[in-house]
């Protein structure tokens, strides 16, 4: 296992995921610094029998943002005001003004999905992940998946006022 391609391939897919389950930038940073760490001491324990290593990191990251969650005495959430910047960026001012109505209304309509939606919705459009390579991550059918983010989708559409804009 080539580790350094491993961080170059993955790195900002599970930026993104972390950022797009956390609010705040700097935790996304040491989450996503933590993922990488654990990654690599765990290296000689990534079994390819076993699935993909993106799923095996994800499966990191997915652990990763839980115990943050529990260290700050609540459960992890799936904000996505901050899914829409890289790594290490500060948001243009143009880029803002545009933005900003747009992705409070989308932060609404996924406040109100339930956690699990949430979390699945995250790992296929953060992270890019396929329904199959979610369902093997979380133990759900992939058909299930499908269901699960055509509903999330629905959901979040009738929030929006019918908005074909996810």
């Given at each position: 296992?080539?580790?350094?391609?491993?961080?170059?391939?993955?790195?900002?897919?599970?930026?993104?995921?972390?950022?797009?389950?956390?609010?705040?930038?700097?935790?996304?940073?040491?989450?996503?610094?933590?993922?990488?760490?654990?990654?690599?001491?765990?290296?000689?324990?990534?079994?390819?029998?076993?699935?993909p290593e993106?799923?095996?990191?994800?499966?990191?990251?997915?652990?990763?943002?839980?115990?943050?969650?529990?260290?700050?005495?609540?459960?992890?959430?799936?904000?996505?005001?901050?899914?829409?910047?890289?790594?290490?960026?500060?948001?243009?001012?143009?880029?803002?003004?545009?933005?900003?109505?747009?992705?409070?209304?989308?932060?609404?309509a996924a406040?109100?999905?339930?956690?699990?939606?949430?979390?699945?919705?995250?790992?296929?459009?953060?992270?890019?992940?396929?329904?199959?390579?979610?369902?093997?991550?979380?133990?759900?059918?992939?058909?299930?998946?499908?269901?699960?983010?055509?509903?999330?989708?629905?959901?979040?559409?009738?929030?929006?006022?019918?908005?074909?804009s996810i």
């Open positions: 296992m080539d580790f350094a391609d491993i961080y170059d391939r993955y790195f900002d897919k599970v930026y993104n995921y972390v950022r797009y389950r956390v609010r705040l930038a700097d935790a996304a940073d040491d989450i996503t610094a933590r993922v990488f760490e654990a990654a690599l001491g765990k290296a000689g324990t990534y079994d390819p029998a076993k699935g993106q799923a095996w990191l994800f499966g990191i990251a997915r652990n990763a943002v839980a115990d943050w969650g529990r260290a700050r005495g609540r459960r992890a959430e799936v904000p996505l005001d901050g899914a829409f910047e890289g790594p290490g960026s500060d948001p243009r001012a143009e880029d803002i003004l545009e933005g900003r109505e747009e992705r409070e209304r989308v932060l609404a406040a109100a999905l339930d956690e699990r939606s949430r979390d699945i919705m995250a790992l296929k459009f953060s992270s890019g992940m396929t329904n199959r390579e979610i369902a093997a991550m979380t133990g759900l059918g992939e058909n299930n998946v499908g269901i699960i983010i055509y509903r999330a989708v629905k959901r979040m559409r009738e929030l929006l006022g019918g908005s074909k």
